[in-house]
């Protein structure tokens, strides 16, 4: 075989390959498989923007050198301005706007409690400058858009177009971006520059959730401050099946969960 899907030194797996190459940077300069991910994650947010952001929710599924798989849950949960009143006059909550973004952001707080428990596992931490470097880097200097994104653009633009900073982000020069051509998400960049400056922890409880914070109200979204400040990912235990071939794990829900099978052999 020319390929092969096994690697001495450990192998990741993306949607966009920068951003597994992204992971195997870390790997390659001692980092461990969590930071890996961390690192990818950061990628694939400005690499794959149609498909991946840091407005999303995480989850994890991590099997240690020793002991079962810990699951880690980095979903958000609804803002405490999402009522009845809130959605008084609508027959559903809207698919698209403001007031359809009802959930705190998790993704972020999902990269804080994988870097935790990757301390807790007794590895010797890569800064986080380090980890969001290669996506900082993409984000403010730019990106060839892949087909995927441009077809994707072209596909919703009449949906999304004059939701507030679509547009501005998602089609410079008023355009649909040609598939090749540089994409740069410098707002992005900036954010990324304030998770490393200030921590990943300043999402929620720093300055940066000060501003998310004000910039949602203006909008119009159900989501606080307080609710951004009561956001933790949390540990839970996978659901576990023992299967006569080996033993699988799966997510839990909220997430509709991904398995990671532990061959008996």
């Known amino acids: 075989m020319i390929q092969s899907n096994m690697a001495p030194l450990g192998m990741a797996v993306t949607p966009h390959h920068l951003a597994s190459e992204s992971a195997l940077a870390v790997l390659r300069e001692g980092g461990n498989a969590l930071e890996a991910m961390v690192a990818a994650a950061a990628t694939i947010a400005v690499v794959y923007p149609h498909m991946n952001g840091l407005g999303g929710d995480g989850f994890w599924l991590v099997v240690p050198p020793k002991g079962d ?4 849950d980095a979903s958000g949960a609804a803002g405490a301005l999402a009522h009845l009143d809130f959605y008084h006059g609508e027959s559903h909550i809207p698919h698209r706007g403001p007031k359809a973004a009802l959930t705190v952001a998790g993704t972020v707080s999902g990269w804080h409690e994988a870097l935790t428990l990757a301390k807790e596992l007794g590895a010797t931490p890569l800064p986080v400058t380090r980890l969001l ?3 900082i880097r993409y984000a403010a200097d730019g990106i060839p858009v892949t ?6 653009t072209a596909a ?5 177009q004059h939701q507030p900073g679509f547009a501005a982000t998602y089609l410079p020069d008023g355009t649909v971006p040609a598939a090749g051509s540089r994409f740069t998400q410098p707002a992005l960049a900036n954010t990324l520059s304030v ?4 921590g990943l922890e300043s999402f929620y409880r ?5 501003h998310l914070a004000r910039e949602m109200s203006a909008l119009g979204m159900p989501i606080t401050l307080e609710d951004l400040q009561k956001q933790h990912a949390r540990r839970c235990t996978p659901l576990h099946l023992a299967h006569s071939e080996g033993d699988i794990w799966n997510m839990t829900p909220p ?4 398995c990671r099978w532990l061959s008996s052999g």
């Open 69 to 72: 798989p810990i699951a880690i």
């Open 133 to 135: 470097r290669d996506a």
């Open 147 to 152: 087909a995927s994104q441009a077809a994707a």
């Open 156 to 160: 919703k633009q009449h949906e999304l």
């Open 195 to 198: 998770l490393c400056e200030q």
């Open 206 to 210: 720093g300055e940066l959730a000060h």
């Open 255 to 258: 997430t509709q969960g991904w």
